[in-house]
């Protein structure tokens, strides 16, 4: 069964009904005649709908002391409060939240009847709007691209960094980051796919680094730098609703190249939206902050090619999902 995450949210104002009923007479009672609580008359706030969450929110119901919700029938779970985000969810679904009262005092008031409605999830955007032209260039470095992606640029891979568990590994600094949940479609919509996907782990700061040991593949990086990095790309694609930045390095053994990845009124940014977002940043950016791939400094038993460490503005994102990681030429 799917367990659904919540979060308490703020009193919502203009909501869209979307499908709601209360389920029942609000004067209903028992055998003793005790009437219940009114019916709570959930609705859902359209603009927090996305493909894998949804807030939805019900006036307060006199004499309640909390509430319990279920989603598609899911185990109830109590809140004290009458809003609540659903996250964990699967995209282009459709769910029905069920919400009731709980008395305070039974001699007085029994609990009420279920109050619903139902929703139904944003489709993946499915890449955004590039229409995937990120797999229409040559000389691809990869660092993270799913095995559907993969075929069709196969032909024109230079290196492949991505973590096997043998040569390349994606390693979780000090565990400042645990393992997220992926759910739903990555950012190419391959079905069957999944992506990477970490949390917080409240160590007051947060680090993980795509780490290769082959030699041989590494120094083929110095294609790069014999251009200073004219015409290639360093390709992303992140999704999530966290605020707060990050900070991408890339590393070359002598030199660490930053670039701080914002909201999406930064220079390089996304939208905390719930949905994939994809970011393109010139490796010559990184080349000016220091970046040179030099053979010599390329260790044997290996490197980090990139790294992803929370920003120096004092923020601390809760998580990050990320896919389509890659350096190409346009």
């Keep these: ?22 389920g029942g007479d609000e004067t209903s009672g028992g055998d003793n005649g005790v009437a219940a609580l009114a019916t709570p008359a959930p609705t859902v706030d359209q603009a927090s709908v ?31 409060i009458n809003s609540v985000q659903v996250t964990g969810l699967t995209a282009e679904t459709t769910y029905t939240f069920k919400v009731r009262a709980l008395s305070g005092d039974t001699a007085k008031n029994l609990d009420s009847d279920w109050g ?10 499915q890449g955004g709007t590039s229409s995937h032209a990120c797999l229409n260039g040559t000389d691809y470095y990869l660092i993270l691209l799913d095995a ?6 196969k032909d024109r891979v230079k290196a492949d960094y991505r973590p096997n ?17 992926p759910s739903g479609l990555g950012y190419y919509g391959n079905a069957g796919e999944s992506w990477t996907s970490l949390r917080y782990n409240n160590k007051g700061w947060f680090g993980a680094g795509f780490f290769s040991n082959q030699k041989a593949e590494l120094t083929k990086l110095t294609d790069i730098a014999a251009v200073n990095g004219e015409g290639y790309y ?23 190249a930053k670039v701080y990845i914002g909201d999406e009124n930064a220079e390089y940014g996304f939208k905390r939206d719930g949905e994939w977002h994809e970011i393109e ?3 010559t950016v990184f080349f000016s902050k220091g970046l040179y791939y030099r053979a010599e400094n390329i260790p044997a038993d290996g490197m980090n090619v990139l790294a992803i460490v929370q920003g120096d503005d004092g923020t601390m994102p809760a998580g990050f999902d990320i896919d389509a990681f890659f350096i190409y030429m346009k």
């Design 1 to 22: 069964m799917r367990k659904f995450f919540s979060m308490m949210a703020i009193a919502l104002a203009a909501v869209a009904f979307v499908g709601c009923d209360k």
């Design 50 to 80: 996305t493909t894998s969450s949804f807030t939805v929110a019900w006036p307060a119901v006199q004499g309640a002391i909390g509430y319990l919700y279920t989603v598609n029938d899911s185990a109830p779970q109590s809140l004290a």
């Design 116 to 125: 619903s409605c139902t929703v139904t999830t944003k489709a993946s955007s």
């Design 148 to 153: 559907t992606s993969y075929e069709s640029v």
């Design 165 to 181: 568990e043998t040569t390349n590994f994606l390693y979780v600094w000090e565990e400042t980051l645990l393992g997220g949940s």
């Design 234 to 256: 360093l390709h992303m694609a992140w999704m999530g609703t966290y605020t707060g930045t990050y900070s991408v390095v890339m590393y070359d053994n002598s030199a660490e």
């Design 281 to 283: 940043i010139p490796m």
